[in-house]
């Protein structure tokens, strides 16, 4: 006696796959995350035999007619997938600005041929790293226009000798950012990292936020722990101020990636990896020697996230534009963000002898004969005490777009 199709074994198995398929769909957002994960699947590529990034530029030739031109294909027809990447000879800004006609002034680009189907904000954080700058601009431009993408490049360089704070720059990179133009996507880059695969898409994760440096070298291609969020990363305007950004706090270097991460989660996010044998990047490394004696290590924690995250970031941000100018290759944007000196313990240190420092100061000595004529209590007049300093010391100054 034959068996009905609902009892049939064969059938009940094809039935558990197609649903556990549907599921699987429908958790990780839709079927495009899927496709893509599948498309990222593909065998590891040979970088072995790599290519250089300028290669097959030159198709890219202006369109006839600008009015009737073309969306970019959805793939680009000259990925070439692992590049040759090198740090032996530094590249001039001449021979960067020669390779790249189409660059416009601010590090604008549109691609010639076609209209892009996608704008991506490069936001790099930056203090004194010149020869890291040029071999970054010498590789990141042609590599973005190999991908067709309408993009720009903001450089936030933050002045003084106070301790460097990358967190705070990228926010305040974010925010000048999207004064210009309303970005599918703000990638978070640090000066010393080059991608090696062109595959790798600058373009953001439609749900969550995009750690995109998933293989360094410098960590043997591996994640050095799981929760790493550091080199680059993508996010959605959206993304970024849903989580509040970045946190402010982090004055030197480490620690903030964590914070980052926590927020992600806190904010009701994950974070989504480029596939490993996609994001692959080059570290650049200048001082060798110190860093085979002194081996990277996870940073200690600073702050508890949890309390912190809704009040430290995009919504607390204070800073002073200092200067705002257009280069060949990039858009520099020069800031005071306020800190710490070099080995002090305080975030919040008065910058020089100001009129809101002596009129604190003399308000200060008015003060201290209250407590024997008004009965105020030492605790009181300290409070009131570091109530005005604290104020005088981090007046704000509103950013003015120059």
Known sequence: MSLSRVENPCFLLFLFVFQAILILILYRGGPSNVFREF?????????????????NLSLFTPAPNEEAMPYCSVQSPIFVGPL??????????????KKNPFVQSGGRYRPPHCLARYKSAILVAYRNQEKYLH?????????????QLSYSIYLIQQVGNGTFNRAKLLNVGVREALRDEDWDCLLLHDVDLVPENDYNLYVCDEYYPKHMASAMDKFQYTLPYKSFFGGVSALTPEHYMKMNGFPNTYWGSGGENDDIATRIQLAGMKIVRTSPHLGRYKVMNYNEETETQEPWRRPAPRHNTRKTWKDDGMNSLEFKLLSRTKHPLYTNITVDIGGRLQGSLYNHQPRQASPYLSTANSVTSSLQ??????????????????????????????PTKL
């Open 369 to 398: 004969d209250l407590p024997k004529r008004k009965g105020m209590s030492q605790v009181q007049l300290q409070c009131a005490l570091w109530v005005i300093r604290f104020g005088f010391h981090t007046k704000t100054t509103t």
């Open 135 to 147: 071999h970054l601009l010498y590789y990141i431009h042609p590599f973005l226009q190999r991908q």
């Open 84 to 97: 040759t990447i090198t740090f032996e000879l530094l590249p001039s800004e001449r021979m960067i600005i």
């Open 39 to 55: 498309l990222d699947s593909r065998p590891v590529l040979d970088y072995s035999k790599t290519h250089d990034v300028y290669t």
